[in-house]
């Protein structure tokens, strides 16, 4: 059994189901395990009341206690309120859902609540000939609070109305979010006709659509996959030695670096690689040089053992090399008598380093789509990038407020949820994977992948950002699965 989400089934639009809504409320009691009412209430429009709506559809039951008594028991209400796009979806300018679904998107990635905070260069990065700049004040057009709300409920069946009314805003905010819903047509109102033919999005295509516009952004081309994976398996790094004692100076194709053989072995499986898929990128990876064996070495207490090695890894471009794109990793070591060798599982390992390396590369992709719609080279994008604390906040994460702002920048959000999303479907089955996407998550689990243990250990599952990373992490999940 699924859940339901019912839009604006209240006493003000009666008049316009074209069902029997107490047959609804029956079928919601008989058919789902949670249903979310939507509503237009008292705190948001002056409407009517949660307690009044209960009342209400106690009515329509013809009151039923023990029905009632059940549906209450799986319901959740929430006064949504309304308008939130309508001015927009309403407009003589003819933005067709798509658009609108695309402007609410670009919003939501980039923590802008109202459409007036736009400035000239994100409008013209949305890439809506509709939308212009100029016009941005004639919108009442905003990020509604129920964007918080709506992740948790994505694949729910979908009921209410109006259809191209306030569903229709629901369903733009939930495309917006990687969000689907399953219409039931037997309970949905028509309202008014809002759409040409041509421009109402059938289910369908809405999930096609859907896909196309939240992964494009964040999909690499498979060759990353493929080339980075065989190179870095086919190394078998982790058979040579990786101790204190073996760290040593080598020179690699972008520098002189002290690390291990192990490491040494790994940087030219990476170098090479890169070479294989086309990019133009410096590779350097060091070995973590330290005194402090019990916190910053492999050995069986510690919570990375024995098969996620990395100490920090980030992607950069380069001043002492001037312009030069650079993965920089840094990676720990273990004791000969802990014989690592004897725990580790190296398909577990390889996907650790390689899934770190596409989250990198990620953030590599943001700042070419960047660099193009801003007319600026590598060097330049890169800057503008650091000189964004919405990108990428200043400090470290000595501090624990610097930790909770770098995973609410909304490209650690979509790195985060790619690499997330490369573990989920190598580790867990079907089953379990849908388990961790409706916020079942058991942080006690040794192979949660550690982009979704950050989340919910440092903001929490209920924050927005945490709500938005589930959202994404969703729709690699599915992008990856059809890989």
């Not at 979704?452 to 929490?460: A, N, Q, S, T």
Request: glycine fraction near 6%; hydrophobic fraction near 35%; include cysteine.
């Amino acid at each position: 059994m699924s859940k339901l989400v019912v839009v604006d089934i209240q006493p003000e639009y009666e008049d316009s189901a074209t069902f029997d809504i107490g047959d609804m409320l029956r079928s919601a009691v008989e058919d789902y395990t949670g249903i979310l009412f939507l509503f237009n209430g008292e705190d948001t429009l002056g409407m009517i009341s949660e307690g009044a709506l209960k009342d209400y559809y106690f009515e329509k039951l013809d009151y039923d206690e023990e029905v009632f008594d059940e549906l209450l028991s799986k319901s959740e209400f929430f006064d949504k309120g309304y308008g939130f796009f309508r001015e927009v979806m309403d407009s003589d300018v003819c933005f067709d859902r798509n658009q609108i679904v695309k402007i609410v998107k670009y919003m939501l990635d980039n923590d802008l609540q109202d459409i007036r905070d736009l400035s000239e260069e994100d409008v013209e990065a949305i890439e809506v000939n509709e939308l212009l700049f100029d016009d941005l004040e004639d919108y009442g057009f905003y990020v509604p609070e129920l964007s918080e709300v709506l992740p948790s409920w994505s694949g729910s069946a979908l009921a209410g109305g109006a259809r191209n009314e306030c569903m229709a805003e629901v369903e733009i905010l939930g495309a917006a979010q990687g969000l689907t819903f399953n219409h039931v047509d037997d309970f949905i109102y028509e309202g008014e006709k809002r759409y040409s033919e041509d421009e109402v999005l059938t289910e369908t295509s809405l999930r096609s659509y859907i896909r196309e516009l939240l992964v494009e952004a964040t999909e690499l081309p498979k060759e990353y996959f493929t080339a980075i994976d065989n190179a870095v398996t086919a190394s078998k790094f982790w058979e040579n030695p990786n101790s204190q004692e073996d760290i040593d100076y080598y020179k690699s194709a972008a520098g002189g670096v002290m690390a291990t053989p192990a490491i040494e072995a790994l940087s030219d499986a990476l170098e090479q690689s890169m070479k294989e898929v086309g990019l133009d990128m410096d590779i350097l990876v060091r070995s973590h040089d330290t005194d402090d064996l019990m916190g910053m070495s492999l050995h069986p207490d510690h919570p990375a053992w024995p098969d996620r090695w990395l100490v920090d890894a980030k992607w950069y471009v380069s001043k002492e090399r001037p312009g030069r794109n650079t993965i920089d990793i840094e990676v720990m070591t273990s004791e000969d008598e802990d014989d690592i060798a004897s725990a580790l599982d190296p398909s577990a390992l390889v996907r650790h380093i390689t899934q770190t390396i596409r989250h990198e590369l990620v953030h590599y992709h943001h700042m070419k789509k960047q660099a193009k719609s801003k007319g600026l080279d590598d060097s330049g994008a890169f800057e503008e990038m650091l000189d964004d604390p919405k990108q990428i906040p200043k400090g470290d994460s000595s501090d624990p407020e610097w930790q909770k702002k770098y995973l609410r920048s909304h490209i650690e959000i979509d790195a985060h949820a790619h690499d997330g999303a490369e573990e989920l479907v190598a580790a867990y089955n079907e089953d379990q994977i849908n388990a961790i996407l409706r916020g079942k998550i058991d942080l006690n689990d040794r192979k949660l992948p550690n982009a979704i243990r950050h989340y919910v250990e440092v903001l929490g599952q209920n924050d927005k950002a945490t709500q938005k990373f589930m959202s994404k992490l969703y729709t690699q999940v599915q992008s990856m699965k059809n890989r």
